[in-house]
C-alpha cells in the first residue's frame, strides 16, 4: 500500500468511495497509473492544498482529499482521473467547491496532462424520472453549471456507472425484505427450496469465479477485462493484515447445487457503503434463482461488516427499454432500492486541441481493444462451458 495512513484520512468523511482507497491506488499502480494524494486543509478562514508524500503524515482540519490517477497517454503527455471523487466535507460550501476544482485543474496544468477527469458521486435526482416519486437535487444542478460555466464539459467517456440503487440497511431483515417486490421475496426462497446453497469464497475460488463471470460477459455480450486484472484487484482487498480486516475489504460468494458452482459475486466495503460490484452466473440450473440468494447473501454480509448502504453498482442513463441495461434494471429494481442519478463523469480540457483530438481517437482505440478482450473473454468463457 503506497500511503498507510490514506484509507483512515477517507474514513474522517461522512461519505468515502472505494475508488479512492489506498488498494485502489495500488492496483491502478501495477497497470500503469501513477497515484497522486491530495487533500485541501482548513487554516481559519484559508484552504491549502497538499499533496501527501509521506506515509505517516498527521492531518486535521480536512476539507476535502483526493486520490488522481495519471497514465501517459503520447509525445509526452498524460491524461488524468480522480476516481468517484473529490470527497467533500461539505459540497453545500461554494468557496470550498471553488477551490477545489479550481486546484484540480491547475494541477492538471503544471503536470502538462491533456485532461483531467472528475466524477464524483454528487446527486442532482432520485427516483425514475416520471414517476411519483422523482426528485431534483438543486444542489447537484447547480454544481453541473458551475462546471460548465468552468470550462468543463460532460465526458463522452463515461468510465462508471453514472446511476446506481442503493438499498437502506438501517432496518431488520424482515423489513428489508417486506420492501422487495413480492416476486423478488419470492425467488430468494425459491432458491434456497430448489436446493441452493450459498457459501463465501477465499482467494483458492479466485480462478473459477472469473471463469464464470467470462461465462457471463460472453452471454450478456458485456466486456470485461483479462483474469490477471480481476485477480490483481479482488486479491487487493481480500487480503488480510497480520492483525485486522482491512478496510476497505471484499468478499467472494458462491452459490453451488448439489455442490457446483452455479453463481457468485465480488462484494466490497468500505466504510459504512458496500458495492456489488462483480457479478456472475451460469446458464445451467438457472430456473432455481440463485442469483437473487446471492443478492440476498450480500446485503446481509454488508449488513453485519456494519454497512448501512448497500449499491447494487449500476443503473440506466435512459430509463426506458431501449438502454441496454433495461433488464438488469428489472432485476435490481425488485430489491427495494432508490434510485440515484449523480453528475456523472466531466472533464476539463486543459489542452483543448488535444483534447478534441484524443477525444475522437480514444473510442476508435478502445473499440479495437474490447474486440481483442471480447475474444480472450470468449477463450476464457468456452473453458468454463467444457468444465
Not at 16 to 28: C, D, E, R, T
Not at 163 to 175: A, V
Not at 296 to 325: I, L, V
Not at 350 to 368: D, Q, S
Request: charged fraction near 25%; aromatic fraction near 12%; include cysteine.
Amino acid at each position: 500500500m503506497p500511503l498507510n495512513n490514506w484509507n483512515k484520512i477517507l474514513n474522517s468523511f461522512p461519505e468515502v468511495h472505494l475508488l479512492q482507497s489506498a488498494q485502489w491506488a495500488g492496483v491502478k499502480g501495477q497497470l500503469g497509473w501513477q497515484p497522486y494524494f491530495l487533500i485541501w486543509q482548513q487554516h481559519e478562514s484559508d484552504l491549502e492544498l497538499i499533496v501527501i508524500t509521506e506515509g505517516d503524515l498527521k492531518v486535521r482540519n480536512l476539507a476535502a482529499a483526493a486520490l488522481v490517477l495519471e497514465r501517459k497517454a503520447f509525445q509526452g503527455l498524460s491524461v488524468m482521473y480522480v476516481p468517484k471523487g473529490p470527497i467533500l466535507r461539505d459540497w453545500s460550501d461554494k468557496n470550498l467547491r471553488k477551490k477545489v476544482i479550481g486546484d484540480l485543474q491547475e494541477f492538471a496544468k503544471r503536470a502538462g496532462a491533456i485532461q483531467i477527469k472528475i466524477d464524483p458521486d454528487v446527486v442532482v435526482g432520485r427516483g425514475v424520472p416520471g414517476e411519483e416519486d422523482a426528485a431534483i437535487d438543486p444542489q447537484g444542478i447547480l454544481f453541473k453549471e458551475e462546471l460548465s460555466k468552468g470550462g468543463w464539459r460532460f465526458s463522452s467517456d463515461q468510465i462508471q456507472f453514472r446511476n446506481t440503487f442503493l438499498i437502506d440497511l438501517r432496518q431488520e431483515e424482515d423489513e428489508l425484505l417486506s420492501r422487495m417486490k413480492s416476486k423478488t421475496r419470492y425467488n430468494i426462497r425459491l432458491a434456497s427450496r430448489k436446493g441452493i446453497t450459498i457459501r463465501y469464497g477465499d482467494l483458492t475460488d479466485l480462478g473459477k469465479i472469473y471463469k464464470m463471470y467470462a461465462e457471463t460477459s460472453s452471454r450478456g455480450g458485456f466486456t470485461i477485462r483479462g483474469e490477471d486484472y480481476y485477480q490483481t484487484l479482488w486479491q487487493a482487498f481480500m487480503k488480510e493484515s497480520l492483525d485486522s480486516v482491512i478496510d476497505p475489504a471484499a468478499q467472494s460468494i458462491i452459490a453451488e447445487f448439489e455442490g457446483i458452482p452455479v453463481a457468485g459475486a465480488v462484494m466490497f466495503r468500505f466504510g459504512a457503503r458496500a458495492w456489488y460490484l462483480h457479478g456472475m452466473s451460469l446458464p445451467e440450473h438457472s430456473d432455481k434463482m440463485a442469483t437473487y440468494l446471492i443478492q440476498w447473501e450480500g446485503m446481509r454480509w454488508a449488513k453485519e461488516n456494519g454497512c448501512t448502504t448497500y449499491d447494487m453498482w449500476g443503473a440506466p442513463d435512459h430509463f426506458d427499454q431501449s438502454d441496454s441495461m433495461w433488464g438488469v434494471y428489472r432485476f435490481k429494481r425488485g430489491f427495494g432500492g432508490e434510485v440515484i442519478r449523480t453528475i456523472g463523469a466531466w472533464d476539463y480540457p486543459v489542452k483543448p486541441l488535444v483534447y478534441k483530438i484524443y477525444t475522437r481517437l480514444l473510442p476508435i482505440l478502445l473499440n479495437a481493444l474490447r474486440k481483442i478482450g471480447d475474444s480472450k473473454t470468449e477463450s476464457t468463457a468456452a473453458e468454463s462451458r467444457n468444465l
